[in-house]
């Protein structure tokens, strides 16, 4: 029976992930800042840890309390919507500590056991932002970037003692919470000379097209853990799949 640690599963991709992981067979070791019971079905095979992954206190006591496992999730992350002048540094600091810096701490910390068992697979999930340049998201699509380039070097460092990494790329997901979360974060980040350019933006996204959905991302994370010959970049969701192939 194989186990699979997922951080940021208290709403979203990472709950769907965990859900699907579960109903599949495998355990799981489900992480979150605030621990909630009531989000998951109860079973053996699941743990729920309390994580915080700009806290490396948190993460040491996180691996430590999982134990081996064999593959990682990289979930975890905030949202950010805003035009560079109006967002503050503090706020740029605050997406990349959880964003790119978590999941390099993660990552790192789980790095010991795979290499020691020569076995495991990391899997980060970023953003299809990272596709096509957007306007207002210059700060969030930077710190999914940089995770993509770090995934893609680290594959080179890791090929030799056979631990896989990918990346799952999801478009926009209007039936998650994430979108919501970032609100608080986007106060005074759009000044008023950009008031005509986030209209034209909002209105864009009322249109109706192709989306992302909770399970999209859930499929696509158990792909890349589980199927030896699945690319390392996974698109995830029809608008993100349509990027992609652009």
């Known amino acids: 029976m194989k ?40 079973s053996e095979r699941l743990r729920i840890l309390r994580l915080d992954v700009t806290d490396p206190d948190s993460i040491g006591r996180a691996v430590e309390e999982a134990g081996p496992v064999d593959a990682l999730v990289n979930n975890a992350g905030i949202g950010l919507l805003g035009a560079l002048e109006g967002v503050t ?3 740029v600091s605050e997406i990349f500590a959880a964003n790119t810096l978590g999941t390099m701490a993660m990552t790192q910390a789980m790095l010991p056991g795979f290499r020691t068992r020569r076995s495991g697979t990391i899997v980060n999930v970023t953003s299809g932002v990272t596709l096509k340049p957007l306007p207002l998201l210059s700060v969030y699509t930077a ?3 940089a995770v993509n380039a770090f995934t893609e070097s680290l594959a080179l460092e890791l090929e030799p003692f056979n631990i896989r990494t990918h990346l799952v790329l999801p478009g926009r997901a209007p039936d998650t919470a994430f979108g919501q979360n970032a609100r608080s974060r986007m106060e005074n980040a759009i000044p008023g000379a950009y008031a005509p350019l986030a209209q034209s933006v909002f209105a864009a996204w009322q249109q109706p097209g192709p989306v992302t959905h909770a399970s999209d991302v859930a499929e696509a994370v158990w792909r890349a853990a589980t199927d030896l010959s699945c690319p390392l970049r996974l698109a995830a969701g029809a608008d993100a799949v349509a990027l992609a192939s652009a």
């Open 3 to 42: 186990t699979i640690l997922i951080t940021g599963c208290s709403s979203g991709f990472g709950l769907e992930t965990a859900r699907l992981f579960l109903d599949r067979g495998w355990t799981v070791v489900a992480t979150m800042r605030t621990p909630r019971e009531d989000v998951l079905p109860r």
């Open 89 to 91: 540094m503090d706020s």
């Open 143 to 145: 710190s999914k970037a």
